[in-house]
DNA sequence: TACCAAGTGGAGGGTTCCCTCATCTTGTTG
DNA sequence: CAACAAGATGAGGGAACCCTCCACTTGGTA
């Protein structure tokens, strides 16, 4: 927890502070627990804070969620920037998805960001411009390389976050290595040597992101 | 819906049974928009009755659900019995995946029970166990035949239900089919030409059984 | 056609979570 | 060490669902 407040147009009183750090150790906790529509009541008992208090911090729960996460995002990105200069194209799209679900391996929250499509600051929005760029690039890359199968796009990698929510969220506490396995027949799916043709077209850049809305509106923090 | 109740020690009065039907029909539509945990309140709405006589007829939500989705079972029945006698097993295989994909494509609750484990009735559970029996026949003469990956076990399956569940609940509105291009990745991923090594060993059957615990626990009909 | 068991309606009490606001507490600054 | 603004508190009203219970129909039958 950083001792400041991110953009501080005047200092916190340190008892604010203290509260404010409570509050994100706590709702870390319980987004990686129990996803991103974990009670704030709980959050709040948890950090040993009244929920007004909670609500003076984080007006809504979408507040919260951002702050939270962000250096999640960061450690995203910094994925996606190596995957698009190893050395070997199809070792750095390997090793980008691995990366990926191991960041949403142990967060449910993680987990339904990377998955719903929610009302994010400008921040993280910008931040995941850049890392689906970067994993445009890191494909594209594998393809001319003849590893990954061309007729893969990048949209197609939703699949890969989808699966992922799914499986982590069933094996996280019975066998939490599982999620593995699953990444690497998917990857197995993904190379070019003997790909069959596939039946339906990819999704689209405009239709992924209303199948991600679609995702959101349902759950946990509409805007 | 049958005129008459499944099991009848004594016939339903007529209005009775109007209303059962309704009921079943406006629960089907709901279990298949909403998922499992659809509200009952609206299901009595809609199906022009008192939530009182939802109770009288389905006194827990669970006795709904498996009244409603009994149907649904006997096709995921006989699609695997398909697989089993298809001449080339490795046609039958996929086959049969595609049919129970295409249970579920349209049916969230049908998703629901697939990829959770609910305290359904024997005559259900009866059915599941054929059908986990009957898969497994499938994928090992497809494995004999040398088409289908050895190292997949009948554990990873659910991998399919998994993946399909959380893919259709986000695309079902905006690209229906897009399920299919999943599936077909997912097939290509179990060819035994393509197959490279796996870093995980598979679910045994005891962990299987507590992962799809796991999801059903924190969701819609409790035991 | 009158009776009554079977069936129905829906108010109401319980739970969980949301978020607000009037009142009290406490750091900070002069 | 005041005094005051910044901050904290938590009761409370609201919404969405749950499920029960009992007074009121109503279909079938004698």
Redesign the pocket.
């Known amino acids: 927890m950083g001792p400041t407040r991110a953009n501080s147009p005047?200092?916190?009183?340190?008892?604010?502070q203290?509260?404010?750090d409570a509050l994100l150790t706590a709702a870390a906790d319980a987004f990686a627990r129990k996803g991103l529509?974990?009670?704030?009541?709980?959050v709040a008992k948890e950090a040993?804070?009244?929920?007004?208090?909670l609500?003076?911090?984080f007006?809504?729960?979408l507040d919260l969620v951002q702050t939270v996460f962000e250096k999640k995002f960061e450690a995203w990105l910094a994925a996606a920037e190596e995957a698009v200069v190893a050395e070997d194209p199809w070792e750095g799209f390997c090793r980008y998805l691995e990366a990926m679900c191991e960041l949403q391996a142990d967060d449910q929250g993680m987990n339904d960001l990377a998955s719903m499509r929610l009302p994010l600051s400008d921040c993280i929005q910008d931040r995941l411009t850049r890392i689906r760029e970067l994993a445009r690039q890191a494909m594209r890359r594998a393809q001319d390389q003849g590893t990954l199968r061309p007729d893969l796009t990048p949209e197609d990698l939703v699949f890969v976050v989808w699966s992922h929510s799914r499986i982590t969220a069933a094996t996280s506490n019975v066998a939490p290595r599982t999620w593995r396995r699953h990444l690497h027949l998917m990857l197995d799916a993904f190379r070019a040597e003997r790909a069959h043709p596939l039946p339906t077209p990819a999704l689209t850049e405009d239709e992924l992101r209303r199948a991600m809305t679609e995702l959101g509106s349902s759950t946990p923090c509409a805007e």
């Open positions: 005047q200092p916190l009183r340190r008892d604010a203290r509260n404010r529509q974990a009670p704030l009541e709980h040993g804070v009244a929920i007004g208090t609500y003076r911090h007006p809504t729960r």
